[in-house]
């Protein structure tokens, strides 16, 4: 069923109302009502108001679906609740003006001005905001969905053509963002607390120091992200992408990294992270504090490590069930009373590692190096070390385990 616009006005109609704007603007009449409150005002809804002058405008609450207002004049304009479904604002200027709670649904917003703008809690599903200025703009709590972001300018180059974004302290906290692309935006600073960027592009994205509190990041695309330094506790990165991602001095307490993919990742301190099933192979160690640990205590169940360089880190008590460290290197690691059962570590260097106490029972350590290595009250029941190097290790006397060599040196008994 197809619908029809509403007819526009005529354009004496239209001439009436702004001259009584005015009026009103110039102070003439004596307690002036809000353009909003003139019977004249119905007739901006689908209006053809391009290019006309609405600077300091009061157009609170107003009804403006499919009005067309490309290369208006609204510097200042209060346009807080208004609706805007379907309007036209392409290249209008609306530097400093008011659209708090606006609903901006559909709208073409194309190359316009909104230097220092307030958009907070506005509505701008699926909007076109292509080419427009965005600097100083307060986003909190708006609705982002499906908003077009190309090229926009937010006043800080990035190494992306042809688009620039927020420089630092941007305000985004509560913005839902799902699918959005912010690919090679530079977000340094920003606030996106309680953001909602499921499914989000953020490749390449500068987010250092920024704020991503409890911000939801399932599944995001985030290989190469620049994350030096953000907040990210109580995020939710389940699944996301974190490839080449910059971690390092990043604060996830809390945050949940179950499944995502952090191949060769850079971070420093994952302490309190949710790791389970985390993807971790050829991660890179960061450079400031704590360069060799997960945190106290890490949970990396059935996370992928295939690889990863561990040598010397602190992984006491780790909880590495089912985890997979083939060909891992674990040289002079700490492992005592880690919980290492079903994981596999075939080909891993394990040597002069301290495993005291720790459960490897079902292991797989086919063809590991555990030369000198510590595993004095380690539980090795079903643990397959077929073809593994245990020159110079040290072994409970009682210590269960098959394909167990003869050059294997058991405490308390000749080898």
């Known amino acids: 069923m197809s619908t029809r616009r509403s007819p526009r006005p005529l354009r004496a109609d239209v001439a009436r109302a702004l001259r009584a704007h005015d009026r009103w603007l ?38 403006l679906r499919g009005t067309d207002l490309s290369g ?20 209008a200027n609306l530097v400093s003006a008011g659209l708090g709670g606006a609903n901006l649904d559909g709208a073409s917003v194309r190359d316009a001005i909104l230097e220092d703008a307030s958009l907070l809690g506005a509505c701008l599903r699926d909007t076109d905001l292509s080419g427009s200025r965005l600097c100083g703009a307060a986003l909190d709590g708006a609705d982002m969905c499906g908003t077009n972001l190309a090229s926009t300018d937010w006043g800080a180059p990035t190494g992306r053509p042809g688009i620039r974004a927020p420089g630092g302290a941007h305000r985004l906290s509560g913005a839902a963002l799902r699918g959005a692309d912010l690919a090679g935006f530079a977000l340094a600073g920003a606030d996106l607390t309680d ?49 080449q991602a910059d971690l390092t001095a990043a604060d996830v307490t809390g945050a949940i990294l179950a499944g995502a993919d952090m191949r060769a990742v850079a971070f420093d301190d994952l302490t309190g992270a949710l790791l389970e099933r985390a993807q971790l192979s050829g991660f890179n160690r960061g450079d400031t504090h704590a360069p060799n640990s997960f945190g106290a205590h890490p949970d990396l169940r059935g996370a992928v490590l295939r690889g990863a360089n561990l040598a010397a880190f602190d992984l ?73 190097d245990h020159t110079g290790a040290r072994l409970d006397a009682n210590a269960g385990g098959q394909g167990r060599p003869p050059l294997l040196r058991v405490v308390g008994q000749a080898a």
Do not use: K, Q, Y
Not at 36 to 56: H, K, Q, T, V, Y
Not at 72 to 90: N, Q, V
Not at 324 to 350: F, I, K, N
């Open 26 to 63: 110039a102070g003439s009449r004596v307690n002036a009502r809000r353009i909003g409150s003139d019977p004249d005002s119905a007739i901006f809804a689908g209006a053809d108001l391009a290019g006309a002058d609405l600077s300091r405008a009061d157009l609170d609450g107003h009804d």
């Open 195 to 243: 953001a909602d960027l499921t499914g989000a592009d953020l490749r390449w994205t500068d987010l250092r120091g920024a704020c991503l509190f409890r911000a939801r990041l399932v599944g995001a695309l985030m290989d190469g992200a620049g994350l030096r330094s953000a907040d990210l506790a109580g995020a939710d990165l389940r699944s996301a992408d974190l490839t």
């Open 316 to 388: 006491r008590g780790a909880d590495l069930r089912a985890a997979d460290l083939t060909r891992a290197v674990l040289r002079g690691a700490d492992l005592s009373a880690a919980r290492l059962e079903g994981a596999v570590l075939a080909g891993a260097d394990l040597s002069r590692t301290r495993l005291a106490g720790a459960r490897l029972s079902g292991a797989r350590m086919l063809a590991a190096v555990l030369r000198e290595a510590d595993l004095i009250g380690a539980d090795l029941r079903g643990c397959d070390m077929t073809g593994a």
């Open 72 to 91: 208006a004049r609204l510097e200042r304009a209060s346009l807080r609740g208004a609706d805007l479904r379907g309007a036209r604002l392409d290249a």
